[in-house]
């Protein structure tokens, strides 16, 4: 939504290995998983 305070952090563990997008806003903050090699993404709410 607009004027949400969202931030995208990327944390890649590797070339092969997974990633990591975190997700903060006032709604929260969600953690999403990706796995390049699987093309796997796990999506996880994490307390704020």
Same mark, same amino acid.
């Given at each position: 939504t607009?004027? %949400?305070n969202a931030r995208i952090i990327y944390k890649?563990?590797? %070339? %092969?290995?997974t990633g990591e997008v975190v997700?903060? @806003?006032g709604a929260g903050q969600?953690?999403?998983t990706l796995t390049p090699?699987?093309?796997r993404v796990k999506?996880?709410?994490? @307390?704020s």
């Open positions: 607009a004027g %949400s890649p563990n590797g %070339s %092969s290995g997700l903060k @806003s969600y953690r999403i090699t699987t093309g999506t996880t709410k994490e @307390s």
